[in-house]
């Protein structure tokens, strides 16, 4: 079975490097044609393929990327193997030169192995390209990568923060899920990832709905778009995306953001540590703790400290830098 399914991502046409406000606070997806049109790999993607090599390799600083590549049975596809005890594809250090140079001469060969450079820090490896090709976002302590290689499949996965995607060469086809479709997904291993977050076990392109018959709800609630040069797409944080590259070459440069500190640590250590101490407990247990979560977690009354001293009561409500740090303390001497 062939995708056929999904409806089109809203799409914003914009000035080059003009974010419209509403997309820092948007809990959808857009797209923004046009945003980073004006960027000079936008253009020199126009030319050729090799002109994009060329022109990454004038920042290249020649420390060693790390990459994956498949056989050309894995179709591009980015996935474990059968057995689920191991992955489709080696992952080893190389220089990036070496392996955008490699896609240029094999791109006209029918059956291709895949190379894919992913979510490579621009600062450490290409200095100065970010000031050529610059996108003001009013955020803070944002991520800034690169992903770079031939055609590839990217399994649907998340990301917990919001994540603003530009295509600077080739095509990139996003099929994105919200995140109520998670049940839909059939979602692999939690503590063994082909690339660190958890991944749908659905072939994207061809979906068996006899092994996986939920993931025809995912596919009522779909949306897709395909990115040409110079267009982004802003991803809302904890969306179901796969990433597609259709290109000989492509690349996508992202900016991560989140809108809450850095200091209050990643939400995916505390599921973690509640499948450990939680999911096994009696239900009766589990039930208790469900309430606990909700009333101090998810659905806080707004009086739940009116009844403490203030001074107490301040400390209780308020999370900061040195109270965050304090729980991270007593979270590592207990586990220890």
């Given amino acids: 079975m062939t995708i056929g399914y999904g409806t089109p991502i809203e799409e914003i046409h914009c000035s080059p490097s003009v974010i419209p406000q509403h997309i820092y606070a948007a809990d959808t997806p857009f797209i923004l044609r046009g945003l980073v049109a004006d960027w000079p790999i936008v253009k020199t993607s126009a030319d050729s393929d090799q002109a994009v090599v060329d022109y990454l390799n004038t920042f290249y600083n020649g420390q060693p990327v790390s990459a994956f ?5 894995a179709r591009g596809r980015i996935f474990y193997n059968e057995s689920l005890d191991g992955f489709n594809f080696v992952q080893s250090e190389v220089y990036l030169d070496d392996a955008l ?3 240029i001469e094999i791109a006209d060969q029918p059956s291709q192995p895949t190379y894919y ?11 100065g390209f970010s000031e050529q090709n610059k996108l003001d976002l009013e955020r803070s302590h944002i991520r800034e ?3 770079l290689g031939n055609q590839s499949v990217v399994a649907p996965h998340f990301d917990f923060p919001d994540n603003l995607a530009c295509c600077v060469a080739g095509e990139r086809r996003f099929t994105l899920f919200p995140p109520e479709q998670q049940q839909s997904l059939y979602i692999g291993p ?15 392109n061809h979906p068996d709905l006899k092994k996986h018959p939920r993931f025809e709800y995912a596919m009522c609630s779909a949306k897709t778009a395909t990115l040409k040069p110079g ?13 597609e590259s ?28 509640a499948i450990m101490s939680i999911k096994h407990l009696p239900k009766r247990q589990r039930e208790a703790w469900q309430n606990i979560f909700n009333n101090y977690v998810f659905d806080q009354p707004e009086d739940m400290y009116d009844h403490l001293p203030d001074q107490v009561k301040q400390k209780q409500a ?15 001497n207990k586990l220890k």
Avoid: C
């Fill in 145 to 147: 990568s690169i992903w």
């Fill in 101 to 103: 140079n490699k896609i």
């Fill in 318 to 332: 308020t999370m900061n830098e040195t109270t965050a740090h304090k729980l991270r303390t007593q979270l590592i």
């Fill in 117 to 127: 450079v992913g979510s490579l820090e621009i600062k450490n490896h290409l200095p």
């Fill in 69 to 73: 590549m498949a056989m050309p049975e």
């Fill in 246 to 273: 259709l290109g000989a070459l492509n690349g996508l440069v992202n900016y991560w953001w989140r809108d809450t500190p850095s200091y209050l640590g990643a939400p995916n250590n505390a599921l973690l540590h």
């Fill in 190 to 204: 939690l503590d063994f990832t082909p690339a660190g977050q958890p991944i749908s076990m659905v072939d994207i």
């Fill in 231 to 243: 267009d982004a797409i802003f991803i809302p944080s904890m969306w179901w995306h796969s990433v």
